[in-house]
Each structure stands twice: as C-alpha cells, then as structure tokens.
C-alpha cells in the first residue's frame, strides 16, 4: 500500500526515496550543450537526458519544458538526470545562451550537420514537434543545421534528432 502510495508505476521496483531536489542558478555551460525549447514530453526529456549524459554534454538548458524531475522523466533518463546539469531559463537567458556560443538550431531547413560539424564547445538549440523553435531564439542563434534523410520523411522526433546530433559531435571528437 505504501508503495501504490509513492509510486505512478502499476508494477514499482519496490524501493523508493525522498531526496532534496537541486536548485542551479544561470550558469553558462561547461563543455557542449543543449538548449530545449518547449520539449513537454517527459520521456522525450528523459531520452535527451540519458543521450547527453552518454555524449558528454553536460548542460541542458529548458525553456518551458517538461519537469526534469517529473517520475516520467527520470525513469526515461536511465539516471542520465544525476550526470547532467540541468537549468530552467527564461526566454532572455536562453537568447543570450544561443547568441553567445557555436550555436545551431537543428531544423529541417538548415545546412547538413554531416558536413562540417560545429567547433567545439557547441550550443544545440531543439524545439517541440508541434511548434519547433520559437522565432527568438531561430533569429539568436549562429546557424540552422538540419539532419539529412532519406526521402519521404518529414522529420524526427525530437528525441532522436537530439540523439544524433550528440551522437555526430561526440564521435567526431569535439572535445571528447
């Protein structure tokens, strides 16, 4: 019963915790970084988290995003949330985060990230799949690189478009 309690699972694991969540002030990243736009699924976010913690991008940043701590989230994350550092910005700070750094807005439209990957450290800038970027940061950022596909493809989810992305910085060795 007390588990049914704490728990949003129908089948939990059985063990559960009470921790104090961390509260990071705007910081500017470390290394290569993420910033979402308007990412609201918490298992996209989690899949974000768990990819940049195994790419080595240390920060992500979230404008009106999901809740990184949300149960959903975490699960999906596979612990990747306890290796990252994550920020909630505002709309100001994450202009100044894509105006200040090798950014690019991974979009449709833009240049092939395959070709010349970004110099390191680097900004990715991802939005929502129903809305995408929102025009203020588009208009902030440096570049809009886009992820070559085969024809017939409108584009990919949000979460695997991050993961690749990562996946091309991190294996060409920008900073890694």
């Known amino acids: 019963e007390v588990m049914k309690s704490v728990s949003d699972t129908v089948t939990p694991y059985g063990l559960a915790a009470a921790a104090e969540l961390p509260h990071r002030e705007f910081a500017a990243p470390q290394g290569d970084a993420l910033l979402l736009d308007g990412v609201s699924d918490p298992g996209n976010l989690g899949t974000i988290l768990r990819t940049a913690a195994a790419t080595g991008f240390g920060d ?32 100001e700070q994450a202009k100044a985060l894509a105006a200040g750094t090798a950014s690019a807005v991974l979009d449709m439209g833009g240049r092939s990230l395959t070709g010349s990957p970004l110099p390191t450290p680097c900004l ?9 970027v929102r025009a203020a940061l588009r208009g902030a950022a440096r570049e809009i690189r886009s992820l070559p596909m085969a024809g017939g493809m409108e584009s990919l989810n949000v979460a695997v478009a991050c993961a690749v992305a990562m996946y091309l910085t991190f294996s060409l060795g920008n900073g890694h």
């Open 60 to 91: 992500v940043y979230l404008l009106d995003c999901a809740d990184a701590y949300a149960p959903k989230t975490v699960r999906a994350s596979m612990g990747g949330i306890f290796r990252v550092r994550t920020y909630d910005v505002t709309e």
């Open 124 to 132: 990715y800038v991802a939005g929502s799949e129903a809305h995408g």
